[in-house]
């Protein structure tokens, strides 16, 4: 078999799996939201949390406990972190305190679901920060993504009361209902495959020709498990998914993949029920698709074809990349990744040709909405519909509706600053680290010092590592040392901004969408759950990011390309 | 003024006891249980599928590990032995944090397609890899000339095994005709037939070569 035709069957395996779980993980999911029962444990969650889960607020106070919930997080995370130093050794492994401005980045990085990391895992992290600090986000940084577009969702199904649900509810809920279960059962095939999960801590094995090979042990699979199921991509270890002990072989790769896609397709299932029409998100489902496949499609051509000085000598694409996965493999895992929040990677972006690098720039910067990460992809879809719909309803001169709802100044105005923000954050950012001038001992040291590569590629692992902070992606052009004063604080506040801000936006839509009043359907009302307005929707996101963020693409991956 | 600060510490208090009962679900009994499971039904390889031979440990089934020489080159890097197949340049560098640890380092180049350091390191290996075999440059496979993303990639392709099969034979003074249905038999294809490249686990050819070479 070449390997191509294996690339193009383990893509089609993939789409099978995630064609198999759509209804039934959705319809799941939507039972869950929508359940007016109490779980025994869920009771006691909120008995401790002091808080009535079946108290409906409106939107400023759903965003409210967000905002204290992530508040008390990132303070959590960062005081673990600096507290490394003094817990006993057998947490900590004997690593001492993580500096400031990197505990910062580190803790702003799992509460924003981001999971950028400026540290290496095997060599900064004790078992207490992975699992107590780091893994916890993992989970409910997702939960809390999934509670917004739910939130959302409800704001289009409910009329003139403008309750979005109970925030600690849905909370809960995502994570012990969805996200607890499906990780127990993954993370132990990641073990029967041959991942680790042991808490014995660093050691040394022996090796054939003699003398020792010093390695990890840790809870590592269970981490691997929610860290793709949540969309995060923090890894274990530096290497992340392409370690061995993450990632043992060609069908743990696949099934890794399988889990990031899971959640933020079927939550178009989830959306269509929550609305009443299936179909709706149908038409969601079917834009993300294409944009997916069409991306995934691209990237495989441009590896398979090896484009770039060095990789011509080699003959394949295979630097940074595993022999058990190989080219085809490793294309579907990167184009995945970056397409949702992820940002785990089982072979290096920086060593991908420069289309491929191009397209994994490129992916993040529609906004991660082809699946996007869970909950944050459904939202962030659902606002680039409603600009769809607006653009629509200019174009035959009628007030603009979407699921029964008025698109309106006020709701169109939401949706615009949603979409200013990461850009905002991505441009201003890369704009400013090029214009750094270093000067030795300064506090900004390090912006310009720091790249690992020169020209075009120099470019683009700034451009890169903004546009991964601010949409919350987390993957890296490594060949940035981030680990600098100036990138830890600047990509630190880029995630924060990127994850909090937009979601002031949706929740305010959301609020004024279930204020409203529903307008009847007539002959002259959009057809959005048809092909055409799947295919109008993906000419918004592709016309609206091209626009943004040509110029920076031409300056990075495109003049690599050509040149 | 008074209400608002009240209302908003009650909020962060509820936002802390939140984290905390779910700190306690996902960071306590969540890994301890997979933990169980897996200590319990995969001892083995939860515990990083180490090898034995001759009663010692040899490795991890996972890793790929160095099998070198006492002996360095003029730029210092220990010279491969040829006795045994060799595996995939890696490029996880030296440790530079928490050195009392000596940590094994995991991660790649990170050199981007079109970079000069790279062109010019895979025309060295390209050639090193000929000469050490004696074979010719046009026939070394792009695994041997690439360094892998984990840096301890366990695999190489059944081309460089196959490739290195008559240098091993001749260093162990062993029938190359044994030692290449050696490699045969240890070519790993592809999972279910399609997924993943065919491969080659180095350590445990390697381990069935020195028993070959025992007989």
Known sequence: MSPVLSGILQLTALIAALALVYRPLGDYMARVYSSEKHLRPEKWIYRLIGADPDAEMRWPAYLRGILAFSLVGVLFLYLLQRMQGVLPSSLSLGFTAISPDQAFNTAASFVANTNWQSYSGEQAMGHAVQTLGLAVQNFVSAAVGMAVAIALVRGFARSRSGELGNFWADLVRGTIRILIPVSVVAAVVLVACGAIQNFAGIHDIGQLTGGTQQVNGGAVASQEAIKELGTNGGGYFNANSAHPFENPNAFTNLFEIFLILVIPFALTRTFGKLVGNVKQGYAILAAMGVIWIGFTALMMWTEYAHHGAALQAAGGAMEGKEQRFGVGASAIFGTATTLTSTGAVDSFHSSFTGLGGGLTLLSMMLGEIAPGGVGSGLYGMLVMAVIAVFIAGLMVGRTPEYLGKKIGTREIKLAACYILITPTLVLGFTALSMAMSTPPHSILNGAADSVHNSGAHGFSEVLYAFTSGANNNGSAFAGLNANTQWYNTTIGLAMLLGRFLPMVFVLALAGSLAEQTPVPETAGTLRTEKPLFAGLLVGAIIIITGLTYFPALALGPMAEGLS | ?215
Do not use: W
């Open chain 2, 1 to 215: 003024m008074n209400n608002s600060v009240r209302s908003t510490a009650r909020l962060v208090v509820a936002g802390l006891r939140a984290l905390i009962a779910l700190t306690l679900v996902c960071g306590v009994i969540y890994p301890l249980v997979v933990t169980g499971i897996a200590q319990a039904a995969f001892h083995d390889k939860a515990n990083g599928s180490e090898i034995k031979a001759d009663g010692k440990s040899v490795g991890s089934e996972r890793l790929g590990q160095t099998y070198v020489l006492d002996k360095k080159d003029k730029d210092g890097n220990p010279l491969p032995d040829p006795k045994f197949f060799q595996p995939r340049p890696s490029a996880a560098g030296p440790n530079t944090e928490n050195t009392q640890y000596h940590l094994l380092v995991s991660g790649a180049s990170n050199l981007a397609a079109d970079s000069k350091v790279l062109l010019t390191g895979v025309q060295q290996r390209r050639a090193d890899v000929a000469a050490f075999n004696g074979v010719s440059p046009a026939a070394v496979p792009v695994d041997a000339l690439t360094a892998s993303a984990s840096g301890v990639d366990p695999d190489i392709s059944p081309e460089y095994a196959r490739l290195q099969a008559d240098r091993v034979a001749k260093a162990n003074h062993l029938d190359a005709e044994k030692v290449r249905k050696l490699v045969e038999d240890h070519v790993d294809g592809r999972i279910l037939g399609f997924m993943g490249e065919e491969r080659v686990n180095v350590l445990k050819l390697n381990i069935a070569l020195r028993e070959l070479a025992k007989a």
